[in-house]
T-cell receptor, first 109, second 116 residues
């Protein structure tokens, strides 16, 4: 079955430290991977999608099909990055998003 | 563009009452999705609707839950005879079309239902 795994519930780092939020997926077809961010009870906002290969707010993510991973990285964390981060998978030509359980990132001053 | 609008943002219901959650998609979007987020869990797909049609309700509980997206007006997620386990955040999302790689789904701010 298709699944998205985010192994860390909470990741706490100090400001300026590098950040890596892990995401692994299981899907045998051609996946489309996304990262969404949710600031304190606000709407989920699309942060990144693998097909656009862009960097938003300093975050990047590379799809590694060999390791079935789509880890989110940022070299220097900022306090305003503190939020919930969700990795999501969409199967080819599908409308459903399959979400991981989320990782709360806490960036301390 | 105001984005996906959901109301109410917070709703408290007693066990056995009905909860109605409304969602207005982004302008120009005719595809609506509902997701549920239980405490400490990720979002789970519930239902996908187009105007006047339910396309996929495979994620919706068979009983007490229903959804509609009428020709005029917002999409409604209705939960009858609520129980404590229905307490969750309900997110609505919309998109202009489906099936295209790169098509973005936009989420609303969610409706938090608390059953007491």
């Amino acid at each position: 079955a298709q699944r998205v795994t985010q192994p860390e519930k909470l990741l706490s780092v100090f400001k300026g430290a590098p950040v890596e939020l892990k995401c692994n997926y299981s899907y045998s077809g051609s996946p489309e991977l996304f990262w969404y961010v949710q600031y304190s009870r606000q709407r989920l906002q699309l942060l990144l999608r693998h097909i656009s290969r862009e960097s938003i707010k300093g975050f990047t993510a590379d799809l590694n099909k060999g390791e079935t991973s789509f880890h989110l990285k940022k070299p220097f964390a900022q306090e305003e990055d503190s939020a919930m981060y969700y990795c999501a998978l969409r199967m080819d030509s599908s409308y459903k998003l399959i979400f991981g359980s989320g990782t709360r990132l806490l960036v301390r001053p | 563009n105001a984005g996906v609008m959901q109301n109410p943002r917070h709703l408290v219901r007693r066990r056995g009452q009905e909860a109605r959650l409304r969602c207005s998609p982004m302008k120009g979007h005719s595809h609506v999705y509902w997701y549920r987020q239980l405490p400490e869990e990720g979002l789970k797909f519930m239902v996908y609707l187009q105007k006047e049609n339910i396309i996929d309700e495979s994620g919706m509980p068979k009983e007490r839950f229903s959804a509609e997206f009428p020709k005029e007006g917002p999409s409604i997620l209705r939960i009858q005879q609520v129980v404590r386990g229905d307490s969750a955040a309900y997110f609505c999302a919309s998109s202009p079309s489906v099936g295209e790689q790169g098509n973005t789904i936009y989420f609303g701010e969610g409706s938090w239902l608390t059953v007491v």
